[in-house]
């Protein structure tokens, strides 16, 4: 059975959010998500009415860590759909979706720390006589996989139903009845009458862009809505784009939108009154005259009980000036052969009747949730810090803001999601559970007037008065509390034994050779991966890869020599690198790389040495040959000087000392680096196959489709684009440890230096200066060779390391 590290359920907005963090924070974990229909998007793929849009400006809609570049902020659907499928091709979660899944239940195991998670294969039939979108349904293929734990992202509502009022006489009505959710894709309104049933966000957004479409447009509402225009286009974002560029300027509207929304919340419900008599004077300015304002724009809540609909640039008022839009205010009784009838008597006649009414509510994507085989009543719960549920272990869902955008919420809770692992990884935990003091009052989950809450609050969980079970809208508080505040408090409680978490479980059903990968938490609190192959009573050489590599860079044929040879092998992801987990030290900015200039808080290669002595000792390993390239090379020499009870050989190649006047790159080299990181799959195996291209040289070329199948593969296990900060925080290594020449004059274990008389990235000189430095070490120089190690070069380079391992053994006896 297949076991994943985390299932995500949904590939919407959060689903999607939640894995780029997780790949970001957590590469080594395994991970997919599961969604039921055939495309990604959720909300934004599903509803295609016309004119769809965000009520929240993009600003604080996008995420935290990708900013929203474009200058609408107020955008349409299409947009932002655009925007989720970049993004989750930008940090490899396309690949992870897996689609025509239904997760149909879900139960723990208390005995095994895991979920068993139920699947059901889905499919998506052709579109009904009504030619609406047809929504998935089983095919009764069933499948299970266990999980870790589980991020439950399917949103609060059923896609495949929305919320309809059952009205009288409907089948007198001639004309199609049409619910958002599920839009026909041929339905032509031009020159027809529509009556649009409901005032929220989803019938203030039809209504002007059915009008637009040619269509005489009648809102048909029970209840007023605060309606409010506001700047399709933020008038301070435009300028900040000609000051910053496109990129700040998203992070820093985030911030302001975001204390922007807040302080309005705050002020509606402080001094309602007040914000009603500002809302009404703005509303009265943009009404067409005669316009009944009393009637239909008056509710009888204050603002913000329910969510401000926001009308980017008035275009709600402005389509009820040009005469193509109306409102009418009174409770709908039932259907007519001609439209819809009023309980004043009154007919609004139509062609076509639009239910915007609402949605079904619908928990956890609807499936069931188990606890050693006994069904779990959500009611029963309580929402620990909106995070996680009482009684229930490793599980998260994700639950937004309702006064303000929802991926607010949602990216601070994944980011306290990803905290909270990295803890249990670094005390040995595998199980969380919040618990609950008994008979602790609670309240509904959601302080919302919307109908659709209201309707459903008996099956939701609930919350509690207080910290950490109070459900909190406050954005700035959750970030002070989900972001930098304690982390765990005496409600969660954990349980479990990392070395069974991290062990075959792990790794059982993963692709590839990928199911070689192993994990180990260091006493530093950082997850490694590694692998070992070879006999298990071999003496073991540990191979360490280069800048931004990972432990696949190795050649096969290499490490196969060396296993045939009777070693051990054991190749770690460095830190920042493949599998292995990600700092959250200062990387430094692309001037402090071009001028070697340390970063202050970077971490230096004396750390990473600490890392693979730290390796060792989980493995039990008293001694062991090290065998660096490049960046590694630099580690190997350190583990050398600086824990020489654990080095039997020193192998050096392609590297350097860190000295300034030695081992420089060419400019061309530089100029590579210094280019955009690449943000797809495709762009990162066209650039990984140039960069190989130009580290072989000419003499011993690189295969490009060889090289392209090896990209893909380390893109695969976690070399995905981060901005570059991942490989920059490695060079910042280099920079923080300087001229390590002194601290090599101390090793006294064998010493063998290996370069290429052709490297355009390590200049010759720097493995020259290596084997000044290590007393009685020699040079072994490769003809034609780069900085990188060809097909061609491979027996000459195992021939020259092997024979320096045995002279060892034959020194020894």
Same mark, same amino acid.
């Given at each position: 059975?297949?076991?994943?590290?985390?299932?995500?359920?949904?590939?919407?907005?959060?689903?999607?959010?939640?894995?780029?963090?997780?790949?970001?924070?957590?590469?080594?974990?395994?991970?997919?998500?599961?969604?039921?229909?055939?495309?990604?998007?959720?909300?934004?793929?599903?509803?295609?009415?016309?004119?769809?849009?965000?009520?929240?400006?993009?600003?604080?809609?996008?995420?935290?860590?990708?900013?929203?570049?474009?200058?609408?902020?107020?955008?349409?659907?299409?947009?932002?759909?655009?925007?989720?499928?970049?993004?989750?091709?930008?940090?490899?979660?396309?690949?992870?979706?897996?689609?025509?899944?239904?997760?149909?239940?879900?139960?723990?195991?208390?005995?095994?720390?895991?979920?068993?998670?139920?699947?059901?294969?889905?499919?998506?039939?052709?579109?009904?006589?009504?030619? %609406?979108?047809?929504?998935?349904?089983?095919?009764?293929?069933?499948?299970?996989?266990?999980?870790?734990?589980?991020?439950?992202?399917?949103?609060?509502?059923?896609?495949?139903?929305?919320?309809?009022?059952?009205?009288?006489?409907?089948?007198?009505?001639?004309?199609?009845?049409?619910?958002?959710?599920?839009?026909?894709?041929?339905?032509?309104?031009?020159?027809?009458?529509?009556?649009?049933?409901?005032?929220?966000?989803?019938?203030?957004?039809?209504?002007?862009?059915?009008?637009?479409?040619?269509?005489?447009?009648?809102?048909?509402?029970?209840?007023?809505?605060?309606?409010?225009?506001?700047?399709?286009?933020?008038?301070?974002?435009?300028?900040?784009?000609?000051?910053?560029?496109?990129?700040?300027?998203?992070?820093?509207?985030?911030?302001?939108?975001?204390?922007?929304?807040?302080?309005?919340?705050?002020?509606?419900?402080?001094?309602?009154?007040?914000?009603?008599?500002? #809302?009404?004077?703005?509303?009265?300015?943009?009404?067409?005259?005669?316009?009944?304002?009393?009637?239909?724009?008056?509710?009888?809540?204050?603002?913000?009980?329910?969510?401000?609909?926001?009308?980017?640039?008035?275009?709600?008022?402005?389509?009820?000036?040009?005469?193509?839009?109306?409102?009418?205010?009174?409770?709908?009784?039932?259907?007519?052969?001609?439209?819809?009838?009023?309980?004043?008597?009154?007919?609004?006649?139509?062609?076509?009747?639009?239910?915007?009414?609402?949605?079904?509510?619908?928990?956890?994507?609807?499936?069931?949730?188990?606890?050693?085989?006994?069904?779990?009543?959500?009611?029963?719960?309580?929402?620990?810090?909106?995070?996680?549920?009482?009684?229930?272990?490793?599980?998260?869902?994700?639950?937004?803001?309702?006064?303000?955008?929802?991926?607010?919420?949602?990216?601070?809770?994944?980011?306290?999601?990803?905290?909270?692992?990295?803890?249990?990884?670094?005390?040995?935990?595998?199980?969380?559970?919040?618990?609950?003091?008994?008979?602790?009052?609670?309240?509904?989950?959601?302080?919302?007037?919307?109908?659709?809450?209201?309707?459903?609050?008996?099956?939701?969980?609930?919350?509690?008065?207080?910290?950490?079970?109070?459900?909190?809208?406050?954005?700035? %508080?959750?970030?002070?509390?989900?972001?930098?505040?304690?982390?765990?408090?005496?409600?969660?409680?954990?349980?479990?034994?990392?070395?069974?978490?991290?062990?075959?479980?792990?790794?059982?059903?993963?692709?590839?050779?990928?199911?070689?990968?192993?994990?180990?938490?260091?006493?530093?609190?950082?997850?490694?991966?590694?692998?070992?192959?070879?006999?298990?009573?071999?003496?073991?050489?540990?191979?360490?890869?280069?800048?931004?590599?990972?432990? %696949?860079?190795?050649?096969?044929?290499?490490?196969?020599?060396?296993?045939?040879?009777?070693?051990?092998?054991?190749?770690?992801?460095?830190?920042?690198?493949?599998?292995?987990?990600?700092?959250?030290?200062?990387?430094?900015?692309?001037?402090?790389?071009?001028?070697?200039?340390?970063?202050?808080?970077?971490?230096?290669?004396?750390?990473?040495?600490?890392?693979?002595?730290?390796?060792?000792?989980?493995?039990?390993?008293?001694?062991?040959?090290?065998?660096?390239?490049?960046?590694?090379?630099? #580690?190997?020499?350190?583990?050398?000087?600086?824990?020489?009870?654990?080095?039997?050989?020193?192998?050096?190649?392609?590297?350097?000392?860190?000295?300034?006047?030695?081992?420089?790159?060419?400019?061309?080299?530089?100029?590579?680096?210094?280019?955009?990181?690449?943000?797809?799959?495709?762009?990162?195996?066209?650039?990984?196959?140039?960069?190989?291209?130009?580290?072989?040289?000419?003499?011993?070329?690189?295969?490009?489709?060889?090289?392209?199948?090896?990209?893909?593969?380390?893109?695969?296990?976690?070399?995905?684009?981060?901005?570059?900060?991942?490989?920059?925080?490695?060079?910042?290594?280099?920079?923080?440890?300087?001229?390590?020449?002194?601290?090599?004059?101390?090793?006294?274990?064998?010493?063998?230096?290996?370069?290429?008389?052709?490297?355009?990235?390590?200049?010759?000189?720097?493995?020259?200066?290596?084997?000044?430095?290590?007393?009685?070490?020699?040079?072994?120089?490769?003809?034609?060779?780069?900085?990188?190690?060809?097909?061609?070069?491979?027996?000459?380079?195992?021939?020259?390391?092997?024979?320096?391992?045995?002279?060892?053994?034959?020194?020894?006896?």
């Amino acid at each position: 059975m297949e076991h994943l590290d985390v299932l995500i359920i949904g590939a919407g907005l959060s689903g999607i959010g939640a894995a780029c963090r997780l790949r970001m924070d957590h590469p080594g974990r395994s991970l997919a998500l599961l969604e039921t229909r055939g495309r990604p998007g959720g909300t934004w793929d599903l509803f295609r009415y016309p004119g769809i849009r965000s009520d929240s400006d993009l600003y604080t809609f996008g995420y935290d860590f990708r900013p929203w570049r474009e200058e609408k902020a107020i955008a349409d659907g299409p947009s932002i759909l655009h925007y989720l499928k970049e993004t989750a091709a930008e940090y490899g979660v396309d690949s992870l979706i897996r689609y025509h899944h239904r997760v149909l239940s879900a139960d723990w195991s208390s005995r095994d720390a895991h979920w068993t998670v139920t699947v059901e294969r889905t499919h998506t039939p052709e579109p009904g006589p009504d030619l %609406a979108p047809a929504e998935p349904v089983g095919t009764g293929e069933i499948l299970q996989l266990t999980a870790g734990w589980i991020f439950n992202a399917a949103g609060y509502y059923r896609y495949g139903e929305g919320y309809a009022p059952e009205l009288p006489d409907r089948e007198l009505f001639a004309g199609p009845i049409v619910h958002p959710q599920h839009w026909p894709e041929d339905l032509d309104v031009a020159g027809k009458r529509i009556a649009v049933l409901g005032s929220g966000a989803t019938a203030v957004t039809l209504v002007p862009a059915l009008a637009e479409l040619g269509a005489r447009v009648t809102m048909v509402q029970r209840t007023p809505t605060y309606i409010l225009p506001v700047p399709a286009k933020d008038p301070l974002a435009r300028r900040l784009r000609g000051v910053v560029g496109p990129e700040r300027t998203g992070r820093i509207m985030a911030e302001v939108s975001a204390r922007r929304q807040r302080y309005i919340w705050v002020f509606c419900q402080r001094w309602p009154n007040l914000a009603r008599k500002l #809302i009404r004077g703005i509303q009265s300015r943009k009404v067409p005259e005669g316009f009944e304002l009393d009637k239909h724009l008056n509710p009888p809540y204050r603002p913000w009980d329910q969510r401000l609909c926001a009308v980017p640039d008035g275009d709600f008022f402005t389509a009820l000036r040009s005469g193509s839009a109306t409102v009418v205010t009174g409770l709908t009784t039932g259907f007519t052969e001609r439209g819809l009838r009023l309980a004043s008597g009154a007919e609004v006649e139509a062609d076509v009747v639009v239910t915007a009414t609402g949605f079904t509510i619908q928990v956890l994507g609807g499936m069931e949730l188990k606890l050693d085989g006994v069904p779990v009543n959500l009611a029963e719960h309580v929402a620990y810090r909106g995070v996680m549920l009482s009684g229930v272990p490793n599980m998260a869902f994700a639950i937004g803001y309702t006064n303000a955008s929802w991926t607010l919420k949602v990216g601070l809770l994944t980011q306290w999601f990803s905290r909270l692992l990295s803890s249990m990884d670094r005390h040995g935990y595998t199980s969380a559970v919040p618990v609950a003091p008994p008979g602790m009052p609670t309240r509904p989950l959601l302080d919302f007037g919307a109908g659709y809450v209201q309707r459903s609050l008996s099956s939701l969980p609930r919350q509690g008065l207080q910290a950490p079970w109070l459900m909190t809208m406050n954005f700035l %508080a959750d970030r002070r509390d989900l972001q930098k505040g304690a982390l765990a408090d005496e409600y969660l409680h954990f349980s479990g034994d990392a070395g069974r978490a991290g062990g075959a479980a792990g790794n059982a059903g993963r692709a590839d050779d990928s199911a070689a990968d192993r994990f180990v938490t260091l006493e530093s609190g950082l997850r490694l991966c590694y692998r070992v192959e070879g006999p298990d009573d071999g003496e073991p050489v540990v191979l360490l890869s280069g800048l931004g590599l990972d432990l %696949a860079a190795w050649p096969a044929e290499f490490v196969q020599g060396l296993a045939a040879a009777g070693y051990r092998v054991i190749r770690p992801d460095n830190r920042d690198a493949g599998r292995s987990g990600r700092m959250d030290t200062p990387a430094p900015t692309l001037l402090r790389q071009a001028l070697g200039r340390p970063m202050p808080g970077a971490y230096r290669i004396e750390d990473m040495a600490d890392d693979v002595a730290g390796l060792l000792e989980h493995l039990q390993v008293g001694r062991a040959h090290m065998v660096g390239m490049s960046l590694g090379g630099m #580690i190997a020499q350190s583990v050398a000087a600086h824990h020489p009870d654990r080095v039997l050989t020193l192998t050096s190649l392609i590297s350097t000392t860190g000295a300034r006047d030695v081992g420089a790159a060419a400019f061309s080299t530089k100029r590579r680096f210094a280019a955009r990181p690449p943000r797809t799959r495709e762009e990162f195996i066209r650039a990984r196959v140039a960069l190989m291209r130009h580290l072989a040289g000419r003499t011993h070329p690189a295969d490009p489709a060889r090289e392209a199948e090896l990209a893909g593969k380390a893109w695969d296990r976690g070399a995905y684009p981060d901005g570059g900060t991942a490989r920059a925080r490695q060079l910042g290594a280099i920079n923080a440890s300087g001229d390590r020449t002194e601290a090599l004059t101390g090793i006294r274990v064998p010493t063998l230096v290996i370069h290429g008389d052709r490297d355009p990235i390590v200049h010759p000189s720097g493995g020259a200066a290596t084997v000044a430095a290590i007393p009685g070490s020699r040079l072994a120089t490769i003809p034609g060779m780069g900085h990188y190690f060809s097909p061609a070069v491979v027996p000459e380079l195992l021939r020259l390391v092997t024979g320096h391992l045995a002279a060892r053994t034959v020194d020894s006896v």
